[in-house]
Antibody, heavy 117, light 108 residues
Framework: EVQLVESGGGLVQPGGSLRLSCAASGFTVSNNFMTWVRQPPGKGLEWVSVIYKSGSTFYADSVKGRFTISRHNSKNTLYLQMNSLRAEDTAVYYC???????????WGQGTLVTVSS | SYVLTQPPSVSVAPGKTARIACGGYNIGRKSVHWYQQKPGQAPVVVVYDDSDRPSGIPERFSGSNSGNTATLTISWVEAGDEADYYCQVWDSSNYHVVFGGGTKLTVL
């Protein structure tokens, strides 16, 4: 069974950093496109970043230069390093399998990141 | 950057057909995916590649895509279909993924 479990969310001050993890089971992260999507409270879905099977990475303009997507193949885990956090980064962050032109067919339960002083 | 436009809300009576539009320039040339999200839950794909259904999704859910509009159609709407629905495409010009703003489906 495919499963994705996010962790690492929490309360952080503006300008701070946080690293999200997404532990995968039932499939191999490095053999798939993997995506981060976020959802601010009461708002819609926003694509954040994707890592290709090749290792290529792409970012939304709103996070480029501040966020870094990566994976640890032996741990079968996806990460999102978030630096220089802003209030507008407050959201539930989801990891999902799939990306680029393929649908996100499996999602984690999400982890809440709150940026506030 | 590419923009997808959805109506904020659609209302339909039980047993009727709901149609949710997703507008975008030449969207007919792209593959469109549709997600259902219920309160407090992660999104679930209900239609992918314009009109394909994942296993476990009822045949009541169908999709079409042509010209500047993609449409998610839900036939014989049930109370359990009440949710937010999002369309999604990949913008190959900049390797970004784009979501529509979402449509809240209300079952009257």
């Amino acid at each position: 069974e495919v499963q994705l479990v996010e962790s690492g969310g929490g309360l952080v001050q503006p300008g701070g950093s946080l690293r999200l993890s997404c532990a995968a089971s039932g499939f191999t992260v490095s053999n798939n496109f993997m995506t981060w999507v976020r959802q601010p409270p009461g708002k819609g879905l926003e694509w954040v970043s994707v890592i290709y099977k090749s290792g290529s990475t792409f970012y939304a303009d709103s996070v480029k230069g501040r966020f870094t997507i990566s994976r640890h193949n032996s741990k079968n885990t996806l990460y999102l390093q978030m630096n220089s956090l802003r209030a507008e980064d407050t959201a539930v962050y989801y990891c999902a399998r799939g990306g680029a032109g393929t649908a996100n067919d499996n999602w984690g339960q999400g982890t809440l990141v709150t940026v506030s002083s | 950057s590419y923009v997808l436009t959805q109506p904020p809300s659609v209302s339909v009576a039980p047993g009727k057909t709901a149609r949710i539009a997703c507008g975008g320039y030449n969207i007919g040339r792209k593959s469109v995916h549709w997600y259902q999200q219920k309160p407090g839950q992660a999104p679930v794909v209900v239609v992918y590649d314009d009109s394909d259904r994942p296993s476990g999704i009822p045949e009541r859910f169908s999709g079409s895509n042509s010209g500047n509009t993609a449409t998610l159609t839900i036939s014989w709407v049930e109370a359990g279909d009440e949710a937010d629905y999002y369309c999604q495409v990949w913008d190959s010009s900049n390797y970004h993924v784009v979501f529509g703003g979402g449509t809240k489906l209300t079952v009257l």
